[in-house]
């Protein structure tokens, strides 16, 4: 079992940046490779980035490509997401998740843990 907890969420100027953090619980969370993705008001979820669970391997989504950076600390059982250049179509809520192999990681119904998300507004 994995909980996930994100945090860092809010309110930011467009060309403005914020770090967003995922702390989890549970002995797998070294093991597995975890992402973000984000939902906009009225839009379905959508896949932000992805890291491999020793930290070699990123993907992200090509509207996030070159500002967004994902990191973790497996020491600390923790994920993060630098976001820079923030514009207003960055605003959503963003959620953590916890897969199973770095191929399906774009793909929400393959995760196997969420956490509940943290409100990133962008204003203009």
């Known amino acids: 079992q994995v909980q996930l907890v994100e945090s860092g969420g809010g309110l930011v100027q467009a060309g403005g940046s914020l770090r967003l953090s995922c702390a989890a619980s549970?002995?797998?969370?070294?093991?597995?490779?975890m992402g973000w993705f984000r939902q906009a008001p009225g839009k379905e979820r959508e896949f932000v980035a992805a890291i491999s669970w020793g930290g070699s391997s990123t993907s992200y989504a090509d509207s996030v490509k070159g500002r967004f950076t994902i990191s973790r600390d497996n020491a600390k059982n923790t994920v993060y997401l630098q976001m820079n250049s923030l514009k207003p179509e960055d605003t959503a809520v963003y959620y953590c998740?916890?897969?199973?192999?770095?191929?399906?990681?774009?793909?929400?119904?393959?995760?196997?843990?969420w956490g509940k998300g943290t409100l990133v507004t962008v204003s203009s």
């Open positions: 998740a916890a897969g199973k192999t770095m191929a399906t990681m774009r793909r929400e119904y393959d995760m196997d843990y």
């Open positions: 549970g002995r797998t969370f070294s093991s597995r490779p």
